[in-house]
C-alpha cells in the first residue's frame, strides 16, 4: 500500500518563528488533506489540498502531486499552534484516507 | 452546533467485556468515519458510512468488531469481546454530501481502556 512520510517527526520553536512541515508519498494521490491535533487530542481539518497552493491565515500548504510530496508552513508560529500535524492522502478506488506518522510541534512562549 | 458528539468520552473495561461506543454526528451531515488512534499504528479508518449505509468497512480489524448506523444522528462501535490491544482512542467524524474529501468533523475521541 501507499506510504506517507512525514518530517521532521518533532519540531521545536520559539514563538514568532517559521517553519516547514514536509509530507512525502509513495504513489500517485486523489486527495490530501492536513489536519492538527491539538495537545488535548481534538482534531481539526486544516487543508483538503490535492496540488496547488492554499493560504489560511498564518498557514498555507503547497502540494506537488507530480512530485509526490505536500508541504505545511507556518508563519509567525504562537503557542496554540503546538499539536501534532497529520498529513492524509487518498488513492484512486478508495474512501480511504492514510495517514503519516505526524510531527509533533512545540512552540515555546 | 454543537459538533460531532461521542460517549462516552472515557471507557475502562476488562477484558472479555462488550464495549459500546457511541456517535452523533453533525445535524446534516451524511458521512459518518469511525477511526483508531494508537501510538504504534497511528490513526486508521474503521468504517465509512454514507446515508447510513456502510460503504468501506475494511479497516474494521476482525470480526470483533461491529458499526451499525441506523439513522442519520446515532452510530455505534461495539467491541465484543475486548481485548488489552483494542485499547486507544476512538474518533467519530462526519462530513455532508457524502464525498470524504469534504472537511471532516471530528468529534472529542473516546479513550478506551481493556485491562
Known amino acids: 500500500g501507499i506510504q506517507v512520510e512525514q518530517s521532521p517527526p518533532d519540531l521545536i520553536l520559539q514563538e514568532g518563528a517559521n517553519s516547514t512541515l514536509r509530507c512525502n508519498f509513495s504513489?500517485?494521490?486523489?486527495?490530501l488533506q492536513w489536519f492538527h491535533q491539538n495537545p488535548w487530542g481534538q482534531l481539526i481539518n486544516l487543508f483538503y489540498?490535492?496540488?496547488g497552493t492554499k493560504q489560511n491565515g498564518r498557514l498555507s500548504a503547497t502540494t506537488v502531486a507530480t512530485e509526490r510530496y505536500s508541504l505545511l508552513y507556518i508563519s509567525s508560529s504562537q503557542t496554540t499552534d503546538s499539536g501534532v500535524y497529520f498529513c492524509a492522502v487518498r488513492t484512486s478506488g478508495t474512501y480511504k484516507y492514510i495517514f503519516g506518522t505526524g510531527t509533533r510541534l512545540k512552540v515555546l512562549a | 452546533d454543537a459538533g460531532v458528539i461521542q460517549s462516552p468520552r472515557h471507557e475502562v473495561t476488562e477484558m472479555g467485556q462488550e464495549v459500546t461506543l457511541r456517535c452523533k454526528p453533525i445535524s446534516g451531515h451524511n458521512s459518518l468515519f469511525w477511526y483508531r488512534q494508537t501510538m504504534m499504528r497511528g490513526l486508521e479508518l474503521l468504517i465509512y458510512f454514507n446515508n447510513n449505509v456502510p460503504i468501506d468497512d475494511s479497516g474494521m480489524p476482525e470480526d470483533r468488531f461491529s458499526a451499525k448506523m441506523p439513522n442519520a444522528s446515532f452510530s455505534t462501535l461495539k467491541i465484543q469481546p475486548s481485548e488489552p490491544r483494542d485499547s486507544a482512542v476512538y474518533f467519530c467524524?462526519?462530513?455532508?454530501?457524502?464525498?470524504?474529501?469534504?472537511?471532516?468533523?471530528f468529534g472529542p475521541g473516546t479513550r478506551l481502556t481493556v485491562l
Open positions: 467524524a462526519s462530513t455532508f454530501r457524502g464525498d470524504p474529501d469534504n472537511e471532516q468533523f
Open positions: 504513489d500517485s494521490v486523489n486527495n
Open positions: 489540498i490535492p496540488s
